[in-house]
């Protein structure tokens, strides 16, 4: 099956800091979606992304789909601690079936105080 | 609106009990799925179903059986639990989003503890 590479596994940074995180595919993809997920919930989905290029904003939040369609990045700017979790990406191979998403295996945000 | 909602959110069995995950969606979604979420193994597809009447196996459906009751309800179902089967699980529904692509929604979970 696809493999879905996202690093970093965990980050530390300061309030106030930007942060950027992404994930690789070793297939074309031609869907892109970004979750964060808390402690004791189920992931929320923050973006989707459906075509490559495509540079979508939720707020303090963007995320772009690679030009190479193999690739997707997260940006989080001016971090709060209310953005503290796991953040997924989690993507559809180019002609897969209804058998659901890939999903990488998370980024953890940790902001110190 | 709720979106997905699961019950129970804890459970704790013994080794060979059964019980049913329940999972409901009000979103007229016509696809559901099963996940199970573990340290550092990411989210699996237990089962999905892409609509009402279907259901097909994910990746690791060993131990496991699915229900797809109607639209709305998707149930996953243990018939004698193991201890490998101690997980989080979350259930899924899916759109295509305004004919653009899909976007998937998650439920709160279920914590499950087999001893």
């Known amino acids: 099956g696809q493999q879905l590479n996202q690093s970093p596994q965990s980050m530390f940074i300061q309030e106030g800091e930007d942060v950027s995180m992404n994930c690789t595919s070793s297939?074309?993809?031609?869907?892109w979606l970004w979750y964060k997920q808390e402690p004791g919930e189920g992931p929320v989905l923050l973006i989707a992304?459906?075509?490559?290029?495509e540079l979508t904003s939720n707020g303090r939040l963007t995320a772009q789909f690679g030009i190479t369609r193999k690739d997707s990045f997260l940006n989080i700017s001016a971090s709060i601690p209310s953005d503290v979790g796991i953040y997924f990406c989690a993507g559809r191979a180019a002609g897969g079936g209804a058998d659901g998403l890939t999903f990488g295996k998370g980024t953890h945000l940790i902001i110190q105080p | 609106n709720a979106g997905v909602t699961q019950t129970p959110k804890f459970q704790v069995l013994k080794t060979g009990q059964s019980m049913t995950l329940q999972c409901a969606q009000d979103?007229?979604?016509?696809?559901m799925y099963w996940y199970r979420q573990d340290p550092g193994m990411g989210l699996r597809l237990i089962y999905y179903?892409?609509?009402?009447?279907?259901?097909d196996k994910g990746e690791v459906p060993n131990g496991y059986n699915v229900s797809r009751l109607n639209k709305r309800e998707f149930s996953l179902r243990l018939e004698s639990a193991a201890p490998s089967q101690t997980s989080v699980y979350f259930c899924?529904?899916?759109?295509?989003?305004?004919?653009?692509?899909?976007?998937?929604?998650f439920g709160s979970g279920t914590q499950l503890s087999v001893l």
């Open positions: 297939s074309i993809f031609n869907t």
């Open positions: 899924a529904s899916s759109e295509i989003w305004r004919g653009i692509g899909e976007k998937l929604f």
């Open positions: 179903s892409a609509s009402e009447g279907t259901t």
């Open positions: 979103m007229n979604h016509n696809s």
């Open positions: 992304l459906y075509k490559a290029g």
